[in-house]
C-alpha cells in the first residue's frame, strides 16, 4: 500500500501546493492523468469550501489530505477541525431547473459525489472526517 499525507493551511494560495502533489503523487503511482485531473477537482472543492466556511472564528487551521493507494483503489481522507458539517447531508441540486431558477452552490459537493465511487462522513475528536474511494482503470 502506497501511502502520502499533506498538511496545507487554510489559504487559497495552498490550492496550488495541493494541485501540484496530485502532481507528483500520479507519476509516482502511475495514475491516469484524466484521475488525477478528477481529484484535483474535488480537493480543490472540497478544500474551497472547509477554507471559506469551515472557519468563520478566523485563525490559522490545517487541512490534512491523506492519500492511499491499493493496488487499483485511491482513498482520499480529508479532516479539519473547522465548525461541524457533513456536506452528504447536502441536498443535491435540481441540475434540469434552468440556470435562472436554480439555487446558487452546491455544485461542488454535487461533482465530489458523482466523481468519487463513494463518500462518507464522520465527525471525530472535533474534526470533521470525509473519507473517499475510487478505483483506478487500469
Known sequence: MEKHLIEIKNQ?????R???TIETLGEQWNLPMNFCLSLNLVLEELVTNIIFYGFPQGGEHLI?????L???????TVIDDGIAFNPLSKEDPDLKASVEDRAI???????????????RYERSNKKNVLIMTKSVAV
Open 64 to 68: 490534512q489530505i491523506e492519500f492511499m
Open 105 to 119: 452552490g452546491g455544485l461542488g459537493i454535487h461533482f465530489v459525489k458523482t466523481i468519487m465511487d463513494s463518500v
Open 12 to 16: 487559497l494560495t495552498e490550492l496550488e
Open 70 to 76: 491499493d493496488k487499483t483503489t485511491l482513498q482520499l
Open 18 to 20: 495541493l494541485a501540484t
